[in-house]
């Protein structure tokens, strides 16, 4: 990709610190599935979690492209890691597009010193592509909303200090009448947690079910217009998918350079297996896939930090499904290439086959990003 000397300086210190503090404890984090607090402090102290939070609130005034590049980097070795990178983003955006000034200056701040922790929770038990099926429900009284229902699917709810919660305050179903408000989870009396999700892979983020009983939050906590948070999650979706699809560019190249240096290796009938030529041919569309991956995720990235939201919506959704399949091929394939130590957790190349699939799956599943293209497609 062709970026700036800044971006280039930005993406080697981003590579240098993957490998002396991500890459010896990826292995672990995916093995036990604990949260590392030891990057969250890192990542916040370089500026990385809260990238996005502008200058005029304390922060580094990062963009869509430099999100990308710190997850892709990060990613290589750790997509769970690499969600830590930039994780602030969905909670930043609400408040950057929709909220008022009192509210950033009270949240951003806050977030610009680092190593706060923040969440958005849409999704439902019913509800998850179809996020108008929702029905947790926020009803006003006097000068808060009470808030009852349950939340599934909320990456790092449960050692938020921030929420940004859907909630419907009008109508039974469909876009309209969905607010959104902050949580803080820490604070507020009527919020508990389920269990650990145990998934296949992304282990070490934690993912729990939100409970919320009576939850009372002030009126000030109202992110955007009542009956208007539809618009404020899909804004914050289509700037934080084409970053998936960094973390998935980024989950590929690592398996594929892992089953590059593998292939130099690995002797079979007294050669290197790289010297065949059906090994080759695997390995030259690996390639060609991860490039034309990251060339789409990164186009996509200088729409949103130009303001081409048409365009962006298109393009966000090309990235993130494009991406993420050719993640799971390419993660596929790399396990290919190992043989049957490819199978074994002894190497990296199974863990990466297990990450790569959410990627297809959350964010809006590939299903649902083919519908958003099509449907413009053909407008």
């Not at 609130?57 to 963009?63: F, L, V």
């Not at 292939?263 to 080759?280: C, H, S, V, Y």
Request: hydrophobic share 45%; glycine share 10%; proline share 4%.
């Amino acid at each position: 990709m062709a970026f700036t000397e800044e971006q280039l300086a930005f993406r080697d210190s981003v590579r240098r610190v993957v490998e002396k503090h991500v890459a010896p404890i990826a292995a672990e984090v995916d093995a036990s599935d604990r949260f590392p607090e030891e990057i969250v402090r890192l990542f916040g102290e370089m500026g990385l979690m809260q990238l996005w939070v502008p200058e005029k609130y304390g922060g580094p005034g990062g963009n869509l492209t430099m999100m990308c590049i710190a997850r892709e980097e990060v990613s290589r070795v750790s997509p769970a890691m690499g969600s830590i990178a930039g994780l602030n983003t969905m909670f930043i955006m609400p408040l950057l597009h929709f909220g008022t000034e009192e509210q950033r200056q009270r949240f951003l701040p806050v977030i610009a010193r680092g190593g706060v922790v923040t969440a958005i929770a849409i999704s439902e038990p019913q509800a998850g592509s179809d996020v108008g099926a929702m029905t947790t429900r926020a009803v006003k009284d006097g000068d808060s909303y009470v808030i009852n229902g349950r939340k599934q699917w909320c990456s790092y709810g449960v050692v938020a200090d921030y929420i940004v919660l859907m909630a419907r305050t009008a109508g039974e179903s469909g876009a309209e009448g969905i607010s959104a408000f902050v949580l803080e989870p820490k604070k507020m009396k009527g919020i508990s947690f389920g269990r650990h999700e145990r998934k296949m892979g992304w282990r070490g983020a934690p993912n729990t079910p939100i409970f919320l009983d009576d939850v009372r939050v002030p009126v000030e906590n109202l992110v955007g217009e009542d009956g208007k948070g539809f618009r404020a999650s899909m804004r914050a979706l289509d700037l934080n998918r084409p970053t998936i699809g960094a973390q998935s560019v980024g989950l590929a190249q690592g398996a594929l350079d892992a089953a590059v240096a593998y292939a130099k290796e690995r002797k079979q009938f007294k050669r290197a297996i790289a010297e065949f030529q059906g090994l080759q041919f695997m390995l030259a569309d690996m390639v060609m896939q991860i490039e034309a991956a990251r060339a789409l995720v990164y186009e996509c990235a200088r729409a949103g930090d130009a303001g081409d939201w048409q365009r962006l919506n298109v393009l966000a959704s090309m990235a993130k499904c494009f991406a993420s399949d050719v993640a799971m091929k390419v993660t596929t394939d790399a396990v290919q290439v190992f043989g049957g130590y490819g199978y074994t957790m002894d190497y990296p190349v199974e863990r990466m086959m297990r990450d790569a699939k959410l990627a297809q799956i959350f964010e809006g599943t590939n299903q649902i990003q083919r519908m958003v293209i099509a449907r413009d497609l053909l407008r």
